[in-house]
């Protein structure tokens, strides 16, 4: 349950509300659509999602989306799964996200600027940008590379990566990535699935102070790829090509305009993986149409993004977030690419890129956000964060406590944004709003054309009551397919197969009567006790405000003779030591702010939370091992950042047997 009536942490101001895209969006489309001129975000959000049609015509003309042929009509079927969104129309969105370039105004101002551990801004001007792609589109396209063809990064987060994505795009071919901490194992999980014609590779890369090299792995991936036609070197550290590969500076120092390939608007732009903790990851497919104008929505009008902006968001190429980040290029953002540690040298390292960029938008993971409130770090203190006006959180939900650090610690007057979403869409269901007042331990509202609900296990909605998060209609990124997926099976398995023709994402959810929504958790790792479902999430918040406590894992267990058993790994902070008085502060710490039915039946030192390889800690694979299932059956080796951790709880399983 919600408290009724909380005073926000955060409004904006009137000037504010009248500047944002948003409002002018909501004006130009009452004239022009219909949509409710007052009522503010909550009329037209309602808007939004009964005229779902109308609402994507209005947001394809607002933000010209060229179509270089005119679709019959918005929906051509509204089928969850298999929609069919703008069918008949064609377009390329590298086209889009470098439309900038052609501004003789903006034509020498940077689209990227680069950022290493040195925190020395590197630019790559518009101009720069579009040249290098047509160079590399043509390559491509030298090379045999066809619409449809895969391409493949090996590759960190540098402007090469960004570059390498549009001309893939202008070609029309499919990209996917894989970050280079990524072990061989884990990147041939998934590229093998799609088939790459070309791998795009670094030498090595840099991370905390560190020249990590991969070359080897480069070999064992090459030989592994039977698909590949081409391999292209990046040095990186500064090493020649190895024996058979392309040269990147070759590849793109020609001054050729590029040529965008006119494709369907369902064509394939990209694949993303799930984190895929069992089994194969899902190789998941959206198309160049759905995520072109799901960004533009999504950047635009909700992070309210344009061309006097700088987007920062740390990630790395295996995270959707990063193909978000490109797609901030669509609005005429400068994006910031950082390719490091997120705390070298120190943990505020995050903080000082922010400055030295001059972001707008500075987007990490609630989990920094809480090392830095641990670690006594003063952004505001330390570093002139006068341009910042939006920090963004995503990966987990952000802890009340996150919320008032950020405010205590950076601005009172900063808006902050906790947003939901997920790679299935590569999308937020809810977060960012430019003209809402923010609330803490709350996401602001569902986003535009998202018909986000909570749902009871019968389908029936709920309101301030814990339910699914479900979609009700279909988004534009929403997968087109699975790669190797042929009756869409697995696709509908995933999604559709609790309520059917609705999209069921897999979390706990919270909407409450005033608008805002609340991430309670995965719900595929409920905890259910006495016939009460909770949310890790909310066990986490509470446990780690405790300095003794790095990190915590919870997990509830169906017992054989029909008992629960709800054990809490703890990760001690240095120094630290889980005696009596520390156990008994825990529980009562979770007794306090949650209630006694969330307080543990045991507490036990881990030494550490495993996780995904994009930082997610994994409960399901854990829960299968404390069950039973041999390590081997429960998890994905290749998914996880450090399967030694996973022993540690195979040997408590085996001491329970």
């Not at 994507?56 to 069919?84: C, I, N, Q």
């Amino acid at each position: 349950m919600t408290t009724a009536n909380p005073s926000p942490l955060w409004r904006p101001d009137q000037q504010q509300i009248a500047d944002a895209q948003v409002t002018r969006f909501q004006a130009w489309a009452a004239e022009r659509y219909g949509a409710p001129a007052e009522g503010g975000y909550e009329a037209l959000h309602r808007w939004s999602v009964t005229e779902l049609d109308t609402f994507w015509k209005a947001v394809t003309d607002w933000f010209d989306v060229r179509f270089t042929h005119r679709y019959a009509r918005v929906l051509g079927s509204r089928a969850m799964p298999g929609a069919e969104w703008f069918p008949g129309a064609t377009l390329n969105y590298a086209a889009h996200a470098l439309r900038t370039a052609d501004d003789p105004a903006r034509a020498d101002s940077p689209a990227i600027l680069h950022v290493d551990e040195t925190h020395e801004p590197r630019p790559v001007t518009w101009s720069a940008l579009r040249r290098q792609v047509g160079s590399l589109a043509a390559e491509l396209r030298n090379l045999g590379v066809r619409p449809g063809d895969r391409i493949s990064g090996y590759l960190p987060n540098i402007p090469e990566a960004v570059v390498a994505l549009l001309a893939t795009a202008a070609v029309g071919a499919v990209w996917t990535s894989c970050a280079p901490d990524f072990g061989a194992r884990s990147v041939l999980d998934r590229f093998q699935q799609v088939e790459p014609v070309v791998l795009f590779t670094v030498d090595g890369y840099r991370y905390g102070g560190k020249e990590h090299d991969r070359r080897d792995t480069v070999t064992e991936l090459r030989s592994e790829l039977p698909s590949l036609r081409a391999v292209v070197h990046i040095p990186l550290l500064g090493t020649d090509a190895p024996e058979g590969a392309l040269e990147w500076a070759a590849l793109t120092s020609a001054d050729v305009a590029p040529v965008y390939e006119e494709v369907p608007f369902d064509h394939p732009l990209w694949v993303l993986y799930s984190s895929g903790t069992t089994g194969l990851p899902k190789a998941i497919v959206q198309s160049q149409g759905g995520i072109l104008v799901e960004h533009l929505k999504q950047l635009g009008l909700h992070c309210d993004l344009g061309p006097d902006d700088r987007f920062f968001w740390y990630t790395s190429t295996g995270w959707m977030m990063w193909n978000f980040l490109v797609s901030g290029l669509l609005t005429g953002t400068t994006i910031v690419t950082y390719d490091g540690s997120p705390g070298h040298p120190d943990t505020g390292a995050q903080w000082a890129i922010a400055e030295r960029t001059g972001a707008t938008l500075y987007g990490t993971s609630a989990a920094y956000v809480m090392a830095c409130r641990k670690a006594g770090v003063h952004p505001a203190r330390d570093h002139d964060l006068s341009r910042v006006k939006c920090v963004a959180t995503t990966g987990s939900p952000l802890p009340p406590d996150g919320f008032r650090w950020l405010h205590d610690e950076v601005r009172a007057d900063l808006w902050i944004a906790s947003v939901s979403g997920g790679t299935d869409v590569c999308s937020c269901f809810a977060g960012a709003v430019a003209t809402l007042p923010v609330f803490i331990g709350e996401l602001q509202a569902p986003g535009l054309g998202t018909d986000l609900q909570a749902w009871d296990p019968q389908g029936e909605p709920l309101i301030d009551e814990v339910g699914e998060l479900v979609v009700t209609n279909p988004m534009p990124s929403m997968p087109i397919r699975f790669w190797n997926d042929p009756d869409g099976s697995r696709y509908h398995d995933s999604y559709f197969d609790t309520y059917p023709g609705v999209w069921r994402h897999g979390d706990w959810i919270t909407l409450t009567s005033r608008g805002s929504v609340v991430i309670h958790g995965r719900s595929d790792s409920t905890l259910n006790r006495q016939g009460v479902r909770m949310g890790s999430a909310d066990i986490y918040e509470a446990v780690e405000r405790l300095p003794e406590i790095r990190e915590s894992l919870v997990i509830g267990l169906e017992q054989p003779d029909g008992g629960y058993w709800m054990p809490l790994f703890v990760h001690l902070a240095p120094g630290a030591v889980l005696d009596d008085d520390l156990r008994t502060r825990i529980k009562r710490t979770i007794r306090e702010q949650l209630s006694p039915r969330h307080v543990p039946d045991e507490i036990i030192e881990a030494p550490g939370v495993p996780h995904t390889l994009t930082g997610k800690r994994i409960e399901v694979p854990v829960k299968r091992l404390l069950q039973g299932t041999p390590l081997e059956k429960a998890v994905n080796p290749g998914s996880i950042d450090n399967l030694e951790l996973l022993r540690f709880y195979e040997e408590i399983a085996r001491k329970r047997a």
